[in-house]
């Protein structure tokens, strides 16, 4: 019996799935999540939560569970979880794709700052501030923000799809909970209503959250892109139909 293990976590995890059940209904579909978000909009099929116990923990389920293909759909920014599927799906020989949405480029009128990590992150924001104090919008997640609570000039608005635990708050940051997908305009209003004047951005490709970017352009305001992690070696595609393809080829025979 052909079983797909599906790391998720994403909204693409979630679409992948959806087209794979309508592409091969004879598949069996495990979809499995790291379970730090509360109530994660899910497809119809087979759920578990948790971490496996590292690349080992991983290449047990594999084998135990008789899992014939993996494809990590995690976010780009989840580089421990892609790098143990390589190293799971090497050790038990299972065919292991990486389904990860493309990097945005940059376009004319954009002001983005390339930030290796957020330390560096920071850097930017504390040069950038050095003239006159700053508000600025962090959308990096909610675990990542303690290098930004020692920026003295600037205020932060933070937003997150789930509360914030106070420790990792900057001094005075105001939170502002919402899950996107976040268009264009109404980036824009959000941005002038709340006196933006720099954002902080994963660079996580697709267009659910690409409207802050977009808004920034038209706006002139400037963008702290963070870069991608490298991903590990093995097959990527950037698209769902892709993954569903690479899907059939492994299970032809
Ligand atoms: P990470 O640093 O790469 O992973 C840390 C550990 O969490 C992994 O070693 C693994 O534990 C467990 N884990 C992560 N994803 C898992 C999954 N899908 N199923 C089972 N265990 C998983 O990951 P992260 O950056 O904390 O992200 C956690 C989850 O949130 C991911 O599933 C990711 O797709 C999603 N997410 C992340 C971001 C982001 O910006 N990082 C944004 C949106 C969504 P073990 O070693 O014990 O197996």
């Known amino acids: 019996m052909a079983r797909v293990l599906v790391l998720g976590g994403t909204d693409l995890a979630n679409a992948f799935v959806t087209a794979l059940q309508v592409a091969h209904p004879d598949l069996e579909i495990v979809l499995s999540l790291a379970g730090r978000t509360r109530n994660p909009k ?6 578990r939560t948790g971490g496996f116990g590292g690349a080992e923990g991983l290449a047990a389920y594999l084998r135990e569970e008789g899992i014939t293909a993996l494809v990590d759909a995690t976010h780009p920014y989840a580089a ?6 390589a190293k799971a799906a090497s050790a038990t020989g299972t065919p292991c794709l990486h389904l990860v949405r493309p990097a945005w480029e940059q376009a004319p009128g954009d002001n983005w700052h390339h930030a290796r ?3 560096e992150a920071a850097k930017h924001l504390d040069e950038l501030s050095q ?6 919008f962090l959308t990096v997640g909610r675990q990542e923000l303690k290098p930004f609570h020692h920026l003295m000039n600037c205020t932060h608005v933070v937003r997150s799809v789930e509360q914030p635990d106070e420790a990792e708050l900057p001094p005075g940051a105001r939170v502002v909970l919402a899950r996107g997908p976040f268009r264009e305009e109404d980036e824009a209003a959000f941005l002038k209503e709340n006196r933006i004047d720099v954002i902080v951005s994963k660079n996580s490709g697709g267009t659910a959250t690409y409207g802050k970017i977009l808004a920034a352009r038209t706006l002139r305001m400037p963008v702290v892109m963070m870069e991608r992690p490298p991903l590990p070696d093995g097959e990527t ?4 139909e892709s993954a569903v393809r690479w899907v059939a080829v492994h299970h032809a025979s």
């Open 42 to 47: 899910l497809p119809d099929c087979a759920i």
């Open 80 to 85: 421990q979880i892609s790098a143990n599927a």
């Open 131 to 136: 003239t006159h104090p700053l508000t600025v």
């Open 117 to 119: 990590d957020y330390e």
């Open 237 to 240: 595609v950037g698209d769902v």
